[in-house]
């Protein structure tokens, strides 16, 4: 079976500082890839989606990038952390691009 | 923004009614999809209606779709303390999602 992992669960980290969140899929091969940003008590933004290694597309301009540098890995990363960063970072995959996605148990960042 | 919207933004219940939760959207779509969020998780896929179905029924929960009104339904039948959530509706475009701001859903027992 397929399982989706995120790592680390929180993270607390200074303004200015980099980021590194790492999003890591099992059991599939050739997934599609995404990257969510969730306020609190908001809808989901989404970040990054990729439909292959090395292939990204970017909805929103902003301090972040993704890079996936396996098939069944996506990293979500900035060089310096702005406070309005903080959020909840949920990485998801899908077999196509028309179906259901799977998420992962989210990253709670907090930039202080 | 092409995020819809959702209609009521919170809900509260008592144990074995029927919760109605309702979702507009702003596209043409290639399917809706509606998904669980417990506090402080990842999110779980329900259910997923086509643009050619109208209703769709999985378990205690019932999706319609209007295409005509651009929107979409969720009925959750009798009701369960475990189904204290927030709901959310998404709509499917070309390789991606846009989600809707979500139902907060309460359950009391």
């Known amino acids: 079976s397929q399982t989706i992992h995120q790592w680390p669960a929180t993270l607390v980290q200074p303004v200015g500082s980099p980021l590194s969140l790492e999003c890591t899929v099992e059991?599939?091969?050739?997934?599609?890839l995404y990257w969510y940003r969730q306020a609190a008590g908001r809808g989901l933004q989404l970040l990054f989606y990729?439909?292959?290694?090395?292939?990204i597309s970017s909805e929103v301009p902003q301090n972040l990038s993704a890079s996936r540098p396996q098939d069944r890995q996506f990293i979500l990363s900035s060089k310096k952390l702005l406070l309005s960063d903080s959020g909840f970072y949920l990485c998801?995959?899908?077999?196509?691009?028309?179906?259901?996605?799977?998420f992962g148990p989210g990253t709670r960042l907090t930039v202080t | 923004s092409q995020q819809g919207e959702e209609d009521p933004q919170a809900l509260s219940i008592q144990e074995g009614e029927n919760a109605t939760m309702n979702c507009s959207y702003k596209?043409?779509?290639?399917?809706l999809q509606w998904y669980r969020q417990n506090s402080g998780r990842g999110l779980v896929h329900l259910i997923l209606?086509?643009?050619?179905?109208r209703e769709k029924h999985s378990g205690r929960l019932r999706v319609t779709l209007d295409t005509s009104k651009k929107s979409s339904s969720l009925l959750i039948t009798a009701s369960r303390a475990a189904d204290t959530a927030s709901y959310f509706c998404?709509?499917?475009?070309?390789?991606?999602?846009?989600f809707g701001q979500g139902t907060r859903l309460t359950i009391n027992p």
């Open positions: 998801a995959w899908s077999p196509g691009g028309d179906g259901e996605q799977y």
């Open positions: 059991g599939t091969s050739n997934p599609n």
């Open positions: 990729s439909v292959g290694i090395g292939q």
């Open positions: 596209t043409s779509i290639n399917n």
């Open positions: 209606i086509r643009s050619n179905e």
């Open positions: 998404a709509e499917q475009g070309a390789q991606k999602l846009v």
